[in-house]
């Protein structure tokens, strides 16, 4: 007999609230949004007001709140946004010590109770939060990924958008590396509706885009004091749908890397595509000169963070 998705919720907080919205919207499956006991009743108080929500709205999909991990058993997505958030003037490094003892927590109990789930990290900073997480639950590559550069990649497709006084729908840019400070926003790549961006936008402009595009999420905490929470929600639905769907999407994302763009052993923002069996290709594109220093830059900032998690 058919049965319905489930997908776990690890964090019943701005995002984790969201990413439940979406899912009921899109009635993608039956939602355990769960928490920390000291935040059971957010969790289950969202839920509450999701279904009754969805009452207006008409989904057909169940919403629930916990913090027990048994709840979250035989999920087949999880998503994690568990962690501490940014707060003005902090880096997602400064995040390490507190969120890295989060993570490995959950990933004990994912282990335990979800063993066969595709899992979508959202918690930072991201690129070592995913690579614990794999390490801890012993996932296989292909279940266990990063939610960052569909993110990145919209924060850089809207401001050349902007730049170039056309529709969001017909710019196509990709943003690799880590999801930091050091992240490589793919020009040579970026077109808008087949035509080069550099016809364009001029190149000072670019520049500006670019800097603008790294410190996209540092620009939201400065205005409202917290992460933003509506576009990586939705850009970690994206890759849930994906996986349940079988849509084959090729996007930017985290991916555990053996070797390829010469990287081994790390969690980086390359192109792969989603499916039915989780990360099921990780596509290799020709990058410039340029292009290449600055994701071996970014690359070996990740690593002096998962060098230093392995320390704490």
Not at 75 to 93: E, F, H, L, N
Not at 151 to 157: C, E, T, V, Y
Request: net charge neutral.
């Amino acid at each position: 007999m058919p049965r319905r998705n489930k997908i776990a919720l690890i964090g019943a907080g701005n995002i984790g609230g969201e990413l439940a919205a979406l899912c009921a919207r899109h009635e993608l499956g039956d939602v355990v949004l769960f928490d920390i006991p000291e935040k059971e009743g957010v969790a289950k108080g969202k839920a509450l007001d999701l279904e009754q929500n969805g009452t207006i709205l008409g989904h057909d999909a169940k919403v629930s709140g916990t913090s027990n991990w048994a709840d979250c058993a035989g999920a087949d997505v999880v998503i994690i946004t568990a962690g501490v958030p940014r707060k003005p003037g902090m880096s997602r490094d400064d995040l390490l010590s507190v969120n890295l003892k989060i993570i490995r927590n959950v990933a004990e109990n994912l282990k335990k109770h979800c063993p066969d789930a595709f899992v979508i990290v959202v918690s930072n900073p991201l690129d070592v939060m995913v690579y614990e997480l794999k390490k801890v639950t012993g996932f296989a590559a292909k279940k266990v990924v990063g939610m960052a550069g569909i993110l990145d990649s919209a924060r850089f497709q809207l401001f050349l958008a902007e730049a170039a006084g056309v529709s969001v729908k017909d710019v196509r840019a990709m943003v690799l590396g880590g999801h930091g400070d050091t992240m490589v926003p793919i020009i040579s790549n970026c077109t808008i509706n087949g035509i080069p961006v550099k016809q364009l936008v001029p190149a000072d402009k670019l520049a500006a885009i670019v800097d603008r595009t790294r410190n996209g999420g540092g620009e939201i905490v400065k205005l409202m004091g917290t992460s933003a929470y509506l576009a990586p929600a939705t850009a970690a639905i994206a890759m849930a749908t994906a996986y349940l769907k079988d849509q084959k999407r090729l996007v930017a994302c985290a991916a555990y890397l053996d070797g390829e763009y010469g990287f081994k052993d790390m969690y980086l923002g390359v192109p792969i595509v989603i499916g039915a069996g989780g990360v099921e290709k990780i596509v290799s594109i020709e990058l410039t000169a340029e292009e290449k220093a600055m994701l071996e830059k970014s690359a070996t900032a990740v690593r002096e963070v998962i060098e230093a998690g392995k320390k704490l």
